[in-house]
């Protein structure tokens, strides 16, 4: 029987985030525990309310507003530069913005490591491949920065990757491909499978990552 790629995947396990709710994020501000607690203005309205609260400053920015203390208004500016001068948001730049934002260095390196778990790269969407040994050489070969030749991609609409057994002879492979091409090619529910040719290693946006015991190398 055929392997499913189906069974890849599983219901997201929660993402142990350092503040689960928005009070608990302006608490640590209001306890200097962070620097800003940055929202969409979406949540304004009770934002500000609970900003006050705790005494709080409120400022909207651009496509967000952000909950502080006066005294690190500058870290807006700071955080807009950043985005403004970064073209491809990298690993290095979401941990610059996370020190603006008052992260610690610990929670950093967390974050970033359930990021790559998750993941291929930033601005991304991930799909997957089985590849066989012959495939598996071809892109090898490559330096893996594409695939090599008619491949069989997939994603699940709903569900995360969750690492099991393959077959003996089978790899995992993964990359990060640009979203409006993804969501051409990868549609309806559940599994979203497509067949594509080299042409899609133009729309690719990292290198292929390979699935190993010890996590994508």
Do not use: C
């Not at 609970?50 to 955080?79: F, K, P, Q």
């Not at 941990?95 to 970033?112: D, M, N």
């Not at 990021?115 to 070969?141: K, M, N």
Request: avoid cysteine; glycine fraction near 6%; hydrophobic fraction near 50%.
């Amino acid at each position: 029987m055929a392997f499913d790629p189906a069974t890849l995947f599983a219901a997201p396990r929660p993402n142990r985030v350092p503040y689960a709710t928005r009070g608990a994020a302006l608490d640590a501000v209001a306890a200097g525990k962070k620097a800003v607690m940055m929202d969409t203005l979406a949540g304004l309205a009770t934002l500000v309310p609970e900003a006050r609260a705790r005494g709080l400053a409120v400022v909207i920015y651009g496509d967000h507003a952000y909950a502080l203390a006066l005294a690190d208004t500058w870290r807006i500016a700071a955080l807009d530069a950043l985005r403004s001068s970064t073209a491809v948001w990298s690993d290095a730049a979401e941990a610059k913005q996370s020190r603006l934002l008052g992260y610690r260095e610990p929670q950093i390196a967390a974050w970033l490591a359930h990021y790559r778990e998750h993941q291929a790269a930033w601005g991304a969407a991930t799909i997957y491949a089985l590849l066989d040994a012959a495939q598996l050489r071809a892109v090898r070969s490559r330096g893996l920065r594409g695939f090599a030749g008619p491949t069989t991609i997939f994603r699940h609409a709903t569900l995360a990757f969750r690492p099991r057994k393959l077959p003996a002879g089978v790899t995992l492979v993964r990359a990060g491909l640009d979203w409006d091409v993804a969501d051409t090619l990868l549609r309806g529910r559940g599994l979203q499978r497509a067949t594509i040719t080299t042409s899609i290693n133009r729309a690719l946006r990292s290198k292929l990552s390979v699935r190993t015991p010890r996590g994508w190398k």
